[in-house]
């Protein structure tokens, strides 16, 4: 299962719609604040928590797994490691990321 976290809004994949991505990421940015996006992915083999720079960061955690690996590389090539970072870059990942689950 992937959840789609945008500051204190959490709402599963399957109801995050690019309309709803866009809202979210839009409202706060026009008012000039930053926002802190989190993609949570649960499956059977799989918990991870990913976050844009903009999210406070917790103590680091133990070396990715390979499938892990690739997920991060894949955050990092929509370029979801930048505070620039856009929707279409998140709906990009989010669509790209099921691949590996």
Do not use: K
Not at 16 to 32: F, H, K, T, V
Not at 37 to 62: F, H, K, Y
Not at 89 to 99: A, K, N, T
Request: contains cysteine; glycine residues 6%.
């Amino acid at each position: 299962m992937l959840t789609v976290i945008v500051g204190s809004s959490e709402i599963p994949m399957a109801e995050a719609s690019e309309c709803w991505i866009n809202q979210q990421l839009g409202r706060p940015r026009r008012e000039g604040a930053s926002v802190c996006v989190q993609v949570a992915i649960a499956t059977a083999d799989l918990r991870m928590r990913l976050s844009t720079p903009q999210c406070a960061s917790g103590p680091p955690g133990r070396a990715p797994s390979p499938l892990e690996l690739r997920i991060f590389e894949l955050w990092g090539q929509c370029g979801l490691s930048e505070t620039d970072f856009t929707a279409a870059s998140l709906i990009q990942f989010l669509h790209r990321v099921q691949r590996y689950l």
